[in-house]
């Protein structure tokens, strides 16, 4: 902190004597995720585009949420328990995920991150190659299978058009050390971005050290004009210890950066090596006409030291491979203009897990379980919008995915209980977009999603096997909104919806592990608005705010009943600002605050299980110079800027209220970046 504090006496001077220069326009985005190409305003869905600027200049980059906390109706939690992983929720979807996240499908490059079960990990993420981040709010099963909250689609930088090559050099407080080169150019028909980067952390509580490495590279060849090959290739090696949750007491007693005292004990931790692949062939075809090829594939191996004596050592290794044609039609239809996509996938999925009893102090003991668990999943699409008149377009979307679980118990001491589940659903879309005014467009759509419980989800907490009662749960969206782009100084966005859900899959937790169960009914409603201006030159205002209303209809468990009671990990309201400024000299200053409202942490909305909300804002700023062919880049950053009190993760229904994990009070970062352009 003392040099931080000195170098912030260097730039702050130097910031507010400067005037301000000439801005960007807030321009139009493209944005490819619902599959028909098209502007943010002109697609009739909720969605949202994170350019590179706001993903990478003078970020800390531990996690995604530093950037999308922007989008509206997008909540984080977990940001500093690397072994958790970050946790997104989209109106309300993935905000119970234990592991990993649910609910949400996220792709990079167009090659799915998630896998058949629906579950997706982010721990290999690099936010320093990201060129763009798109994300659709709201059930997409009809545009990528069982995704009920939405979709986050993340692109890489495009390579830059000479050879360059880059490194990034971040410490901050908590023992926070990163280090990321990397290399981007063309060359003939080859363009090129490759991407290393290095983090440890020690944390801001104790036993929350992590060590992670990540590649990340794209490689676009150029085969002829009509003839594009795209290659990805990322890999990770992770090591996270857990802190583990407090209860009520051990918050009482402080202090607020110890870590529960089993997971000390335990050694409670989790190792990852991943190594994600894939292809992608575009061919334009003539005439409108265009097909897509893609494969992929995927090996994640990990081994955790859960919390001891009573949840076992755990062990999997994950392979997934998928491919996908889809083909694009552009022309008219009853003499109005016409799109049309159709695609089919094929994936599948296997995990090899084992796991072994644990002793006192988290060492490994004899083996428990050996089972194969696997997924099969066949999926066909079709979409298609049609210009009703110059001002009104229709879009209908319609997917059919059949989905078989399988689990082959290769443990036979205790009996064998191998068994299989299928589940198939056909889930429709539709979408009306009219534009009446330049600037103003409205939209209304109606769309269904269903989402399978994973493979960790359908443990049985009677014993080994699949728990064969549970059932996906479904959920039917109704949205209406507005959107658009008033000149160049100012974009907005307001949706409403309702969502009603069936047998939504909520966790609970027994014998000291977390399992999953149906609640009858629940309904969603909500209204999100988010808007970003241009105040004057070089200053840019941006807003986003949400207000949720998620409440059981239906719902009893062990004796209680919770008709009514508010869902759990999700708060009932949230508010972001951001103001930024920059000038032509290359300095720039960006000031944020987030208000997230108050949530439960169980089904119950018990007392002790209510969270009060907080307010939380964050200071970056930085120059890039630019000398020729060399560019350097020096940053500084405080997060907390107030010393605000709360919480990053909040464990929802956890025994014994363990719900707590403290958040760090005022914390500060600082690095430096620099590039050489060949």
């Not at 490194?167 to 080169?181: E, I, P, V, W």
């Not at 759509?445 to 996906?472: D, H, K, M, R």
Request: hydrophobic share 40%.
């Amino acid at each position: 902190m003392p040099v931080l504090r000195r170098a912030a006496a260097l730039f702050l001077p130097a910031l507010i004597a400067l005037p301000a220069s000439a801005a960007a326009e807030i321009d139009e985005v493209v944005v490819t995720s619902p599959r028909l190409d098209d502007t943010v305003e002109r697609t009739p869905f909720a969605i949202t585009a994170v350019t590179r600027e706001d993903i990478q200049l003078g970020r800390q980059q531990i996690g995604i949420d530093e950037a999308l906390t922007r989008v509206p109706g997008v909540f984080f939690q977990n940001r500093y328990n690397l072994n958790q992983d970050l946790r997104i929720a989209i109106r309300g979807f993935g905000a119970r995920a234990q592991f990993g996240q649910s609910g949400i499908r996220i792709a990079v490059d167009d090659i799915p991150l998630t896998t058949p079960d629906g579950t997706s990990q982010v721990d290999d993420l690099d936010m320093g190659s990201m060129g763009r981040v798109e994300v659709l709010r709201g059930p997409s099963a009809a545009l990528f299978g069982t995704a009920a909250g939405g979709a986050i689609n993340i692109y890489s930088e495009k390579p830059a058009p000479r050879p360059t090559i880059e490194t990034r050099a971040t410490a901050g407080d908590y023992g926070q050390r990163q280090l990321q080169l990397k290399a981007s150019g063309r060359s003939g028909k080859l363009g090129y971005l490759a991407s290393v980067r290095r983090q440890d952390l020690d944390g801001f509580r104790d036993h929350a050290q992590a060590e992670t490495t990540t590649v990340n590279s794209t490689f676009h060849y150029d085969v002829d004009p009509t003839l594009e090959l795209t290659a990805v290739l990322a890999a990770l090696d992770k090591t996270a210890r857990d802190p583990g949750a407090l209860t009520p007491a051990e918050l009482a007693e402080g202090p607020r950066d110890r870590a529960r005292q089993n997971s000390i004990d335990c050694g409670v931790r989790e190792t990852a090596d991943q190594y994600r692949t894939g292809v992608v062939l575009r061919k334009a075809l003539g005439e409108g006409q265009s097909l897509r090829l893609r494969g992929y594939l995927l090996d994640r191996e990990f081994d955790a030291r859960l919390p001891c004596p009573f949840v076992d050592h755990t062990t999997f290794d994950r392979h997934y491979i998928g491919g996908g044609a889809e083909y694009r039609l552009a022309g008219t239809l009853f003499g109005r203009g016409n799109r049309l996509v159709a695609g089919v996938e094929l994936t599948t999925q296997e995990d090899d897990r084992e796991r072994f009893d644990a002793d006192r102090e988290g060492n490994r003991g004899t083996l428990t379980q050996r089972q194969r668990e696997s997924v099969d999943s066949v999926a066909l699409y079709l979409q298609d919008e049609l210009a009703l008149t110059d001002a009104l377009a229709l879009r209908l979307s319609g997917r059919y995915e059949s989905l078989d679980f399988k689990l082959r118990d290769d443990f036979l001491a205790n009996g064998d209980d191998s068994g299989a589940i299928t589940f198939e659903e056909f889930t429709p879309m539709a979408g009306l977009l009219w534009s009446p005014l330049p600037w103003a467009n409205v939209y209304a759509n109606l769309s269904t999603s269903f989402e399978t419980p994973s493979l960790n989800q359908l443990e049985n907490p009677a014993g080994p096997g699949f728990l064969e009662t549970l059932e996906a749960q479904t959920s039917t969206n109704y949205e209406i909104g507005v959107k658009g782009l008033y000149g160049d100084r100012l974009r907005y966005e307001l949706a409403v919806f309702r969502i009603d859900l069936e047998d939504e899959l909520v966790p609970f937790e027994a014998n000291g592990d977390v399992f999953y169960r149906n609640a009858g009914a629940s309904t969603r409603e909500g209204l999100e608005l988010a808007a970003e201006a241009r105040l004057a030159a070089g200053l840019r205002l941006t807003l986003a705010w949400s207000y949720n209303d998620f409440r059981y209809d239906r719902y009893s468990a062990g004796g209680e009943t919770f008709d009514g009671n508010t869902l759990p990990g999700v708060p009932e309201s949230q508010l972001f600002a951001e103001l930024a400024w920059t000038h032509s000299a290359g300095w720039y200053a960006t000031w944020d605050l987030l208000r997230v409202g108050e949530l439960y942490a169980n089904d119950a909305n018990s007392p002790v299980a209510r969270v009060d909300g907080y307010t939380v804002s964050n200071l970056r700023f930085g120059r890039q110079y630019r000398l020729g062919a060399l560019a350097v880049s020096p940053y500084l950053g405080i997060n907390n800027l107030f010393d605000e009190t709360y919480f990053a993760n909040i464990r929802v229904n956890q025994n014994f209220n363990r719900f707590f994990e403290p958040a760090p009070g005022r914390n500060a970062y600082g690095g430096i970046g620099v590039s050489y352009r060949f």
